[in-house]
């Protein structure tokens, strides 16, 4: 668990820090800040699509308690 947030957490870091380098580049500044955007959102959907959750509900959307 701890692998995976230091994963994602360079991921996020990593796209921010793409993102701002993006507008000092000479050439390819929308393909650096797309890359950029990319990164950040593949790491927040992967961080909440994590597994596990801090509460255990009875009454679930899908009608089962969280696995």
């Given at each position: 668990?701890?692998l995976?947030?230091?994963?994602?957490?360079?991921?996020?870091?990593?796209?921010?820090?793409?993102?701002?380098?993006?507008?000092?580049l000479?050439?390819?500044?929308?393909?650096?800040?797309?890359?950029?955007?990319?990164?950040?959102?593949?790491?927040?959907?992967?961080?909440?699509?994590?597994?596990?959750?801090?509460?255990?509900?009875?009454?679930?959307?899908?009608?089962?308690a969280?696995?």
């Amino acid at each position: 668990m701890i692998l995976s947030f230091l994963f994602f957490m360079i991921l996020f870091i990593g796209g921010i820090l793409l993102m701002g380098i993006s507008f000092g580049l000479p050439a390819f500044q929308a393909i650096a800040f797309c890359g950029g955007l990319l990164l950040v959102t593949l790491a927040m959907a992967f961080l909440l699509r994590q597994g596990g959750t801090a509460t255990r509900r009875s009454n679930n959307w899908s009608g089962k308690a969280a696995e």
